[in-house]
């Protein structure tokens, strides 16, 4: 099984559904409604600056970022880091894991 492993500042993610279940309503007319994703690689950073992501964050994007991708029958975005417009935090008894 071949994996991929992102260049500079590229980062992998797997999609999720786009309806998101938190405090953002979102309505469905939306035409740029963004998307969400997990992070699942993420490249070494451009002139050794690391990136902020890490492999499992969850994040929001807009819904033309990046390129999609279908590998082993996922599918997946690659993005630059400068295209994620936010992180999503679970929050747990009023606090951010």
Do not use: H
């Amino acid at each position: 099984m071949a994996k991929l492993y992102p260049a500079r500042d590229w980062i992998i993610l797997e999609l999720e559904e786009s309806k998101y279940s938190g405090n953002l309503v979102i309505p469905e007319t939306a035409k740029d409604a963004p998307r969400t994703g997990k992070v699942i690689a993420v490249g070494p950073g451009e002139d050794g600056t690391p990136l902020v992501s890490k492999v499992g964050d969850r994040v929001m994007f807009t819904q033309y970022s990046g390129a999609d991708v279908e590998w082993e029958g996922k599918s997946l975005l690659m993005v630059r880091e400068s295209e994620i417009i936010c992180y999503i935090a679970e929050e747990k008894d009023g606090e951010r894991e």
